[in-house]
C-alpha cells in the first residue's frame, strides 16, 4: 500500500515568515494529494489540493508544490498569521479513494 | 447544525466493554470512513463504505467491527475495548463526484479505555 512521510512533526515560525511542510509518497498511481488544517478540537478540513497533472497551485497566501519524478510535495504557506497555528496533515490518493495520510505537523506562529 | 456529527464526542470505559461510536451525516454523500488518530501516527483508516451494501476494511481494522445502517449513518463498534484503542476517531464523508473527492470530519470522539 502508499506510505506518506511527512516532515517536520513540529514547526514554530516567526509571524509573517514562510512556513514549509514537505511530504514524499511511495505509491507511483497515486495522483490525488491534499492538505487538510486541524484546529484544535475540531476534525481536519480541506485547505487545498493538488492533483497529478499539476506541478503547483496556489490559493492566496497557501500554495502545494508537487514533484512526481521525486514523489514529494510541499505546503507552502506565506506570510504567516497566528491563527494559521494548526495541525497540518498531507495525504495520498489515487482518484479520490482510500486516503493516507502523513504524520502530522503542529505549526505554531509566535506573534 | 454540523454536516458530520459524532456521539458521544467522549466517552471513558473499561477493558472488555463494547462500545458504539455513531456517525451520522446531512450532506448525502454515498462514502464514508472512519478513521483513527494518534499523536505522532497520523490518521489512520479503520473502515469504510461506499455505499450502504459495501463495507470494506482499511489499514487497522483488528478489533473493530462497522456497520452501514443507512446513507446517513455509519457505527463504528469494539466488541472488547482494549487499552490501546485510547484514541480520537474521526468518522468522515466524500462525494467524488462533485470532482475533488474532499473529505469531510466530523469533530471527533475521543475513546478513553482504562
Known amino acids: ?7 517536520p512533526s513540529t ?10 511542510i514537505k511530504c514524499t509518497y511511495s505509491d507511483s498511481a497515486s495522483n490525488y ?4 488544517k486541524q484546529e484544535l478540537g475540531k476534525g481536519p478540513q480541506l485547505i487545498i489540493d493538488i492533483r497529478s497533472n ?20 510541499s505546503l507552502h504557506i506565506t506570510e504567516t498569521q497566528p491563527e494559521d497555528s494548526a495541525v497540518y496533515f498531507c495525504a495520498a490518493s489515487r ?3 482510500q486516503f493516507y495520510f502523513g504524520t502530522g505537523t503542529s505549526l505554531t506562529v509566535i506573534p | 447544525d454540523a454536516d458530520v456529527t459524532q456521539t458521544p464526542r467522549n466517552r471513558i470505559t473499561k477493558t472488555g466493554k463494547r462500545i458504539m461510536l455513531e456517525c451520522s451525516q446531512t450532506k448525502g454523500h454515498d462514502r464514508m470512513y472512519w478513521y483513527r488518530q494518534d499523536p505522532g501516527l ?5 473502515y469504510y463504505s461506499f ?3 459495501d463495507i470494506n476494511k482499511g489499514e487497522i481494522s483488528d478489533g473493530y467491527s462497522v456497520s452501514r445502517q443507512a446513507q446517513a449513518k455509519f457505527s463504528l463498534s469494539l466488541e472488547s475495548a482494549i487499552p490501546n484503542q485510547t484514541a480520537l476517531y474521526f468518522c468522515a464523508t466524500s462525494d467524488p463526484g462533485q470532482g475533488t473527492g474532499e473529505l469531510f470530519f466530523g469533530e471527533g470522539s475521543r475513546l478513553t479505555v482504562l
Open chain 1, 1 to 7: 500500500g502508499e506510505n506518506v512521510e511527512q516532515h
Open chain 1, 11 to 20: 514547526l514554530s515560525v516567526q509571524e509573517g515568515d514562510s512556513a514549509v
Open chain 1, 33 to 36: 494529494f491534499p492538505w487538510y
Open chain 1, 54 to 73: 499539476v506541478g503547483e497551485k496556489k490559493d492566496q497566501r497557501i500554495a502545494v508544490t508537487l514533484n512526481k519524478t521525486a514523489k514529494h510535495f
Open chain 1, 95 to 97: 482518484a479520490g479513494n
Open chain 2, 42 to 46: 497520523g490518521l489512520r483508516l479503520i
Open chain 2, 51 to 53: 455505499d450502504v451494501k
